[in-house]
């Protein structure tokens, strides 16, 4: 396990006061004990702490948080659910860590366009949810999207099962608001395809909050397909199973989604979940048609 002791602070009390002021008493942590949840993401072996800990809940409050940090000279980084295993939004030194979870809205549902504008702190599931029965999703759909946020999918460039066919994050971000190292506000792409300008939405998709910190996300939706179908391939070996996967994507059939599991995995899943997996295989396919 790696955990790096905190160093002397480096934020003031007058800061910390400033950024009460800006987002409310409740908007700031500053305790030792009450940064811990927030000294690692999911890889729970390496932590690092922030020095302050501040909760905006409008684009607004973020740009103030990041011009207040450069007036006194203190690294600052935005956080989401912290569920990545990436290590992103753990601090270097301490600093200011800017929490997003509380802007939390989504803030309009297009049909007709086929998009839709959240907050960072939308937790993607709730997205889901709000689509339901209306013919349309929200195609990326990671492992933790019970508890990731859209915010932090943008910027890690979450995928999921269903990447083999729909793609990953980037190709479902129209645009994003964001607010820049100097705490200008800006806006790069919308809610419309090939926005005039440079095409800057996809560096900073997948860039984990070191170009800039999204604000604001213009998504597109996807129609539901009319069907699905799943279905369950048994092999006497992995290498039969590969062998498998190499001929459905040469016959240019491409599932929504294809995942593989050996022997190995097939018995953890059964100890924990009782799924019904056939325990003497030595691999399966699980594979998930759709558009039928």
Known sequence: MSVIAPAPSRISAELVERFRRLVGVDGVLSARSELLVYECDGFVIEKNSPDVAVFPRTSEQVAAIVRLCNEYDVPFLPRGAGTSLAGGCLPVGGGVMIVLTRMKEILEINLRDRYAVVQPGVVNVWLTNALKGTGFHYAPDPSSQGACTIGGNVATNSG?????????????????????????????????????????????????????????????????????????????????????????????????????????????LEEAFRFGFPLDAEAILLIEVDGL
């Open 160 to 268: 999921g099962p269903h990447t083999l066919k729909y793609g990953v994050t980037v190709n479902h971000v129209l645009g994003v608001e964001a607010v820049l190292a100097d705490g200008r506000l800006a806006t790069f792409g919308g809610p419309v395809e090939d926005s005039p300008g440079l095409d800057l939405v996809g560096a900073i998709v997948g860039s984990e909050g070191t170009l800039a910190i999204v604000t604001k996300v213009w998504v597109r939706l996807t129609r539901d397909p009319q069907g699905y179908r799943t279905m369950l391939g048994i092999f006497d070996s992995v290498d039969d199973a590969t062998a498998a996967i190499s001929e459905i994507i040469g016959a240019g059939i491409v599932p929504a989604a294809l995942e593989m599991m050996d022997r190995g995995i097939l018995g953890a």
